[in-house]
């Protein structure tokens, strides 16, 4: 295909996952759009059909893009994942078929509703971010950009990722366990998959220490939860911030029934406008790719050498 070019002939893609609107309508006539909800519906696909699918979005992270069902696929050429973590797409098998592939409050509030504050004042919070020094475990644009909003507290900020990030000023720690001896709070922005599970284990935690602060914004996978929950009861690290979990939406009632961790409900891209702009890049870079122009979002598992 010719860069720039677009052919007449009719472009199939699944769309895999829950329905979202600007997905399903924001293709234009030339692409024929199938989509399906499940695996299960998945199996009840036609292999005409299958066979003439050539690209796929899929819609969210609950959805398995796995081997099985990639390789139903014989004609893809790209799946365009809506997220920022794209581990329950199987890169490996995309890269293997020339596939490409492409975020105290709390307990304060419930204080004031319960009206308490009107007979005592509120007890003086023991955290906080002064004299503190915080590891960030990946330095990718997210990473970089909490550590921009660091800078502009004045917090210290140092980083643990595979290898030094390029144009990054903080000082990188190749060892996890290293790092966490230098810091005081930890915050985990690294993508899910094999080569992060609990990658933030109970030895961590120890070099952490009891001022030690866990922040999971990453995939609850990188956070070995029952080391998590063993090293908030013993004391051993302070309190723990958490937007993600090992197997949601369950989250451990042992987790639910602390003070010491704040609990969100995978929230950190959860508004209107970030999550239309999330549908709107899965489109854009489907709509690239079938122009043969280059996708603006490939993952480093799948590199695209050009178009």
């Given at each position: 295909m010719v860069a720039g070019n677009i052919s007449s002939e009719k472009i199939d893609l699944l769309i895999y996952g829950p329905s979202r609107p600007i997905l399903e309508n924001g293709f234009s006539d030339q692409f024929v759009l199938h989509p399906f909800e499940t695996k299960h519906d998945l199996e009840r696909l036609n292999p005409a059909v299958a066979a003439k699918i050539r690209g796929a979005a899929v819609t969210y992270h609950t959805v398995h893009a796995d081997k099985t069902s990639l390789s139903l696929f014989p004609k893809l050429e790209i799946v365009a994942s809506f997220g920022v973590g794209y581990d329950h797409v199987d890169s490996a098998y995309a890269r293997e078929h020339n596939i490409a592939t492409l975020r105290e409050f709390v307990k304060a509030d419930r204080y004031l509703r319960s009206g308490l504050w009107l007979t005592q004042n509120y007890p003086l919070s023991v955290g906080s971010l002064r004299d503190r020094k915080v590891g960030i475990v990946g330095m990718g644009r997210i990473g970089q950009a909490i550590g921009r909003r660091l800078d502009a507290s004045r917090v210290p900020v140092v980083y643990?990722?595979?290898?030094?990030?390029?144009?990054?000023?903080?000082?990188?720690?190749?060892?996890?366990?290293?790092?966490?001896?230098?810091?005081?709070?930890?915050?985990?922005?690294?993508?899910?998959?094999?080569?992060?599970?609990?990658?933030?284990?109970a030895d961590v935690m120890k070099a952490l220490g009891p001022r030690g602060v866990i922040i999971n914004v990453a995939r609850g996978s990188v956070v070995d939860e029952q080391a998590l929950i063993a090293a908030l009861k013993s004391g051993t690290i302070l309190a723990a911030g958490l937007d993600v979990f090992a197997?949601?939406?369950?989250?451990?009632?042992?987790?639910?029934?602390?003070?010491?961790?704040?609990?969100?409900?995978?929230?950190?891209?959860?508004?209107?406008?970030?999550?239309?702009?999330?549908?709107?890049?899965?489109?854009?870079?489907?709509?690239?790719?079938?122009?043969?122009?280059?996708?603006?979002?490939?993952?480093?598992?799948?590199?695209?050498?050009?178009?």
């Open positions: 643990h990722s595979r290898k030094p990030a390029a144009d990054v000023s903080y000082t990188h720690y190749p060892d996890l366990i290293e790092m966490a001896k230098a810091v005081d709070t930890l915050i985990a922005i690294v993508p899910g998959g094999a080569s992060t599970a609990k990658m933030i284990n197997s949601e939406p369950t989250v451990p009632d042992e987790l639910r029934a602390m003070q010491n961790v704040v609990l969100l409900p995978h929230i950190g891209s959860a508004s209107v406008v970030t999550r239309n702009a999330m549908d709107q890049l899965v489109v854009d870079n489907l709509q690239n790719w079938f122009a043969g122009k280059p996708p603006l979002t490939p993952v480093p598992e799948t590199p695209v050498k050009g178009r």
